[in-house]
């Protein structure tokens, strides 16, 4: 089972967006939690080899930068993980999901201009000689909190 | 405006905020910004919502969130809004999206739901199907059951 320290609960849960723009932000934040900036640090540091932080980075919203698709094909099963890595091997591949349907390759496109996404949606069907479905965005709704954790051991 | 400096920093940013005292510093030398230029573009960005959400960005399975479902409902135009508007309200729902129908998957909402396990999601959906009324709408529910990929976007300069 996962231990995690109240700290490291607190950083989980309270700092997926807000956080500090400013010379020094995780002494920032441990001002604010009440502990030393090597405090967080080390405990930053240890969510991430235990692979419970995916980084700390940043949500760009789809088609404010470039242009963005989510795209899904259909692959046999026997096939799947090819295609998979083929297409991983694109830079403008951001996530890429298998799910259970028939339709069972989800992944997102982002590149700078709708010319350069088609290319790679073209490229990717003559390589794997499936054709690629796609969903551009029409909408966001936007969700304001953050998804809350319950970090209970259970 | 955004400038072409901005897409080299958000590459960095998607690589990941460096875990150190001065993170904005490390990033900055890498493309030939000073820490307060990094400070000040990132937060151009943000007011501006090109950045949407800056901080910590968890990886829900290793956290005990292994189900995640993606539903896709098709939903009389009109009411879109609407609907997406009351399945936000379920704190459950992580993401809704309009999306084109096609002949071959006439679906255009999209939603998502993280869950501990693949019971708790399939009753998490059976009580938004349930108090948004969409009994008698066409759905498909999709659990992921592999991760290939998942990394910020890679953008590059022009």
């Known amino acids: 089972m996962l231990e995690l320290s109240d700290l490291q609960k607190k950083l989980l849960n309270d700092f997926q967006r807000n956080f500090p723009l400013t010379p020094k932000?995780?002494?920032?934040?441990?001002?604010?939690?009440?502990?030393?900036?090597?405090?967080?640090?080390?405990?930053?540091?240890?969510?991430?080899?235990?692979?419970?932080?995916?980084r700390i980075g940043a949500i760009i919203p789809p088609n404010q930068i470039g242009v963005?698709?989510?795209?899904?094909?259909?692959?046999?099963?026997?096939?799947?993980?090819?295609?998979?890595?083929?297409?991983?091997?694109?830079?403008?591949?951001?996530?890429?999901?298998?799910?259970?349907?028939?339709?069972?390759?989800?992944?997102?496109?982002?590149?700078?201009?709708?010319v350069h996404l088609n290319n790679v949606i073209s490229s990717i069907e003559n390589e794997t000689s499936y054709p690629v479905l796609r969903f551009p965005l029409i909408k966001e709704f936007f969700i304001d909190l953050s998804f809350r954790l319950d970090l209970a051991n259970d | 405006m955004i400038e072409n400096k901005d897409y080299l920093l958000l590459a960095q940013i998607a690589e990941g905020l460096p875990i150190c005292s001065h993170p904005y510093a490390i990033m900055g030398e890498k493309i030939g910004l000073s820490e307060a230029q990094v400070i000040e573009r990132l937060t151009y960005l943000q007011d501006r919502g090109m950045i949407k959400r800056l901080g910590i960005i968890v990886k829900h399975a290793t956290l005990g969130y292994r189900a995640n479902a993606m539903i896709v409902w098709r939903i009389p135009e009109a009411d879109i809004d609407f609907v997406a508007q009351e399945m936000l309200k379920f704190s459950f729902v992580t993401l809704c999206y309009q999306r084109p129908m096609l002949p071959e998957w006439p679906y255009n909402l999209y939603c998502m739901i993280h869950g501990k396990n693949k019971v708790t999601v399939e009753n998490q959906l059976a009580q938004l199907i349930e108090q948004c009324g969409l009994e008698t709408i066409e759905k498909q529910i999709l659990f992921s059951s592999r991760c290939f990929k998942q990394r910020g976007a890679v953008y590059t300069a022009n």
């Open chain 1, 68 to 114: 963005s698709t989510l795209a899904a094909m259909s692959i046999p099963e026997n096939d799947i993980e090819r295609v998979a890595a083929q297409i991983n091997q694109y830079t403008e591949v951001n996530h890429n999901y298998e799910r259970e349907h028939v339709v069972n390759l989800w992944f997102v496109l982002i590149a700078q201009n709708a």
């Open chain 1, 25 to 54: 932000p995780y002494a920032d934040i441990a001002k604010q939690l009440g502990v030393s900036e090597n405090d967080v640090l080390n405990a930053l540091n240890e969510l991430d080899e235990k692979q419970c932080i995916s």
